[in-house]
């Protein structure tokens, strides 16, 4: 864990290149989701051992906070001024509008949601792909079916003894396999690999900040330790970038090697604050996980609450 450790846009295109050169989906069909096998999957499912379901999302916040200038919009719709009738069948209906990739509730970021130097995954011209309609291409829909397989749960702050990370720290290779040691695993292929800061405990006891220019979050440099692994998906309790950004020119570094070079689905703004301690109890830190986003085949992103079944 590091405070301080800036990278030049110079060194991180260097990066970059390396990364989308030995990425496994080659930048094509479902990027690294085609790293789970049928296989893989049954292998998550014996990681079933109690029967415990753990949310790991976050309640949708609906109030405007200092990192939630947007906050979801949910309100009744039916019965008319919310008042039921007295008699006779009648129903409540309501209406939800959200700004998907938003500072503070959880979702997942599609393979069209980075553009860097006007292309996205694969190289594909985001001109061609994007418009006011939506993404023609590397939309959520790639996802449709669900990803389910393993996931392995790295809690840094635990490593550290302390319960969260600060914001502007960055979480390293070294912390990675630190965790990865003191837990007793290995992050391997086609593993849904989650990373606690703290992001959302420290929130929830000290209130709302700006995250836009301090939050925790991986150093660029730890995204070789993904490639290395092949993981399937990256998450976070935080956005997964640590601001201010590491990098020199480039706000959001972890996104363009994530999802740009190395074709991985994003989850933002999780809750690991619920599964944390399962795990702890029941000592181990992997676990069958399920994500399902919703049915949106032009969207860049949905909302998501991902599932941790021990």
Known sequence: MRTSQVMSEADFRSLYRRLRDAAPGGGAGRGALGTITEAQVLAAVREVRSGRSVSLAAPVNTRVAPDDAEPAEHRLTAPEGGRPAASGLDFARDRFAMNVHGDMNSHLDALCHVIYDGTLYGGLPAADVL?????????????????VGRGVLLDIPRLHGVPWLEPGSHVTADDLAAAEAEQ???????????????????????????????RAGLHPAAMEFLAEREVSVL???GNNDTGPSAVQGVAY???VLAVHAMGLHLLDYLRFEDLAPVCAQEGRWSFLCVIAPLRLPSAT??????????
């Open 131 to 147: 418009s006011p309609d939506g993404a023609g291409a590397l939309s959520v829909e790639l996802a449709r079916d669900g990803i």
């Open 301 to 310: 992103g949905s909302p998501v609450n991902p599932l941790a079944i021990l």
């Open 235 to 237: 998450g976070s309790d």
């Open 184 to 214: 007793g695993l290995r992050v391997g292929r086609g593993d849904i690999l989650l990373v606690r800061v703290g992001h959302r405990l420290r929130r929830e006891e000290l209130g709302p900040w700006d995250v836009s220019g301090a």
């Open 253 to 255: 570094p972890v996104h």
